[in-house]
Nanobody, 124 residues
Framework: QVQLVESGGGLVQPGGSLRLSCVASGRTFSGYTMGWFRQAPGKEREFVAAINWSGGFTYYADSVKGRFTIARDNAKNTVYLQMNSLKPEDTAVYYC?????????????????WGQGTQVTVSS
């Protein structure tokens, strides 16, 4: 089993920044791609960003490219999502998840373990 716990969400004004963290416990963390997804009310869960096991390769949704940065610290079993220049449309519950495929996937069905989510609200 793998347990994932997100933190760092909150209320922020447009243009502001937040850093989300996701701490993993249980089975192997460092050997897997990790991803961030988000889900807004009434919408499907969507891919945000992913990072491969070493941290040497990252991939972003077009909607966040240039504003968000994903990173990981395998020694701390933690993956981060730095979010800058936040917009109201970034408002959602953000989830971290582990990619079971061995590669980097942008679809939720490829991820087998999920955290409980952390709410991000961007509003003035």
């Amino acid at each position: 089993q793998v347990q994932l716990v997100e933190s760092g969400g909150g209320l922020v004004q447009p243009g502001g920044s937040l850093r989300l963290s996701c701490v993993a416990s249980g089975r192997t963390f460092s050997g897997y791609t990790m991803g961030w997804f988000r889900q807004a009310p009434g919408k499907e869960r969507e891919f945000v960003a992913a990072i491969n096991w070493s941290g040497g390769f990252t991939y972003y949704a077009d909607s966040v490219k240039g504003r968000f940065t994903i990173a990981r610290d395998n020694a701390k079993n933690t993956v981060y999502l730095q979010m800058n220049s936040l917009k109201p449309e970034d408002t959602a519950v953000y989830y971290c998840a582990r990619d079971r495929t061995g590669g980097i996937s942008v679809v939720a069905v490829s991820y087998d373990y999920w955290g409980q989510g952390t709410q991000v609200t961007v509003s003035s």
